[in-house]
């Protein structure tokens, strides 16, 4: 008979920074970042929608789009893009985790905004977001503010997607912490 030692694949932080709700005042005269990727359409169509509501709400908007995680140089400038992308923004919006890789991708993204201070909302379908919460949560940051949408999302007619993202811009709103 052999002995073996079975280890526990769950993280436990040893402490959590709990999410602390901020009031960022309107929207006008904030510039919002949008987060993109290189993968899925429907979220550039979400993107599109949040553009224009964010522009008719005044905010200015600027965009940032993440490629594959690398290595070497093209990591360093990567890290670098995101660095200048989340230093010049005053709120951040995040997305899209919609499979595994791209979920810790994005909430690593995501986290570099909030660590600087930055009202941050991570944009999840409901497949993946216990992934983004385990990941926010491991990396220190319970609470990080989540914003569910449905999947399949990826798979649904453009109209739909922009559909869906036009009712959820309220939602989106009340998550950054913006007052009417």
Do not use: Y
């Not at 995501?110 to 216990?130: D, K, N, S």
């Not at 949560?137 to 798979?155: I, N, Q, R, V």
């Not at 309220?170 to 009417?180: C, E, F, K, Q, T």
């Amino acid at each position: 008979m052999a002995f073996g030692l079975v280890l526990d694949p769950c993280v436990r932080p040893t402490s959590a920074r709990a999410a602390t709700p901020v009031e960022v005042g309107t929207l006008s005269g904030k510039l919002v970042g949008i987060r993109r990727d290189a993968i899925w359409r429907s979220w550039d169509w979400v993107a599109d929608e949040w553009t224009r509501q964010l522009g008719m709400a005044g905010a200015d908007v600027a965009s940032w789009r993440a490629v594959e995680t690398v290595v070497g140089k093209a990591a360093d400038s990567r890290a670098h893009g995101l660095g200048e992308f989340v230093e010049k923004i005053d709120l951040g919006v995040f997305g899209l985790c919609n499979c595994g890789g791209c979920t810790m991708q994005t909430v690593s993204d995501a986290l570099v905004a909030r660590e600087r201070g930055i009202p941050t909302v991570v944009v999840t379908t409901e497949a993946f977001r216990p992934l983004a919460e385990s990941i926010a949560t491991m990396e220190g940051h319970a609470g990080l503010a989540l914003l569910e949408f449905p999947f399949p999302l990826e798979g649904l007619p453009e109209n739909d997607v922009r559909s869906i993202a036009r009712e959820r811009f309220a939602v989106l709103v009340d998550a950054m912490g913006v007052v009417a």
